[in-house]
T-cell receptor, first 112, second 116 residues
Framework: DGGITQSPKYLFRKEGQNVTLSCEQN?????MYWYRQDPGQGLRLIYY???????QKGDIAEGYSVSREKKESFPLTVTSAQKNPTAFYLC???????????FGPGTRLTVL | KQEVTQIPAALSVPEGENLVLNCSFT??????LQWFRQDPGKGLTSLLL?????REQTSGRLNASLDKSSGRSTLYIAASQPGDSATYLC???????????????FGQGTILTVHP
C-alpha cells in the first residue's frame, strides 16, 4: 500500500523547544516538499528537496530546518526561532517526470 | 510574484445543484493548474490537472476549465452531493527559469457545504 505518512498527527510544543515532524514515502518519488497551512489560507512552501542530500528554501524557511539523507524520508524540524509555529504542516512528494504532488495526512502543531 | 485568489471563500448549496468555483492568478506564464480537495484536518487530494496548453479537463461530475490569457480557471461540479462538502484549493505551477522543482502557489480555498 503505497503512500505518504506523517507522524505524529498532533504535536504539542512548549515555547523554546525544537520539534521534528516526520514524513516518509514509499512511492519512490525523487522530490519532496513541506508546506504550512494556516486557517483560511492556502499552503505556503517551507522547504523542498529534488534529490537525496539536496534541499532548497521555499518562501517561509526562517525558523525551520530539514534533512534528506534517504530518498524516502524528509523530516522537518521546527526550531525555537520560528516565532509563530502553530499551524497544520503538510508533506508532499512528486516523481521527477510527473506533475501531480501527492500529499500526506498532515501534522497539527500547537505551541503551548 | 504569482498570486492566486479564489472566490467565493465559502459556498453553501442544496443537494443536486450545479455550482462553479472560481480561481484567478496574476501571472499567466504558468506550467499547469491543479484543483485539490481537502477534507477537514486531512491532506490534499488531487482532482484535476490542466496543462497550460489545454482548455479543460473532466473527471466524472467535475469539469475544470483554464483561460490562461485572462488568468482564470473554474471548477464546475454537477449535481452536487453532501459528500462533495470539503475545501477546494486551486494551485498553479509557474515557469521558473528552467528549474523543475514543481513549486505550487495555492489560493486560500473555497469551503463548500452541500446540505441535504
Amino acid at each position: 500500500d503505497g503512500g505518504i505518512t506523517q507522524s505524529p498527527k498532533y504535536l504539542f510544543r512548549k515555547e523554546g523547544q525544537n520539534v521534528t515532524l516526520s514524513c516518509e514515502q514509499n512511492l519512490n518519488h525523487d522530490a519532496m516538499y513541506w508546506y504550512r497551512q494556516d486557517p483560511g489560507q492556502g499552503l505556503r512552501l517551507i522547504y523542498y528537496s529534488q534529490i537525496v542530500n539536496d534541499f532548497q528554501k521555499g518562501d517561509i524557511a526562517e525558523g525551520y530546518s530539514v534533512s534528506r539523507e534517504k530518498k524516502e524520508s524528509f523530516p522537518l524540524t521546527v526550531t525555537s526561532a520560528q516565532k509563530n509555529p502553530t499551524a497544520f504542516y503538510l508533506c508532499a512528494s512528486r516523481r521527477g517526470a510527473e506533475d501531480t504532488q501527492y500529499f500526506g495526512p498532515g501534522t497539527r502543531l500547537t505551541v503551548l | 510574484k504569482q498570486e492566486v485568489t479564489q472566490i467565493p471563500a465559502a459556498l453553501s448549496v442544496p443537494e443536486g445543484e450545479n455550482l462553479v468555483l472560481n480561481c484567478s492568478f496574476t501571472d499567466s506564464a504558468i506550467y499547469n493548474l491543479q484543483w485539490f480537495r481537502q477534507d477537514p484536518g486531512k491532506g490534499l487530494t488531487s482532482l484535476l490537472l490542466i496543462q497550460s496548453s489545454q482548455r479543460e479537463q473532466t473527471s466524472g461530475r467535475l469539469n475544470a476549465s483554464l483561460d490562461k490569457s485572462s488568468g482564470r480557471s473554474t471548477l464546475y461540479i454537477a449535481a452536487s452531493q453532501p459528500g462533495d462538502s470539503a475545501t477546494y484549493l486551486c494551485a498553479v505551477r509557474g515557469h521558473t527559469g528552467g528549474t523543475s522543482y514543481g513549486k505550487l502557489t495555492f489560493g486560500q480555498g473555497t469551503i463548500l457545504t452541500v446540505h441535504p
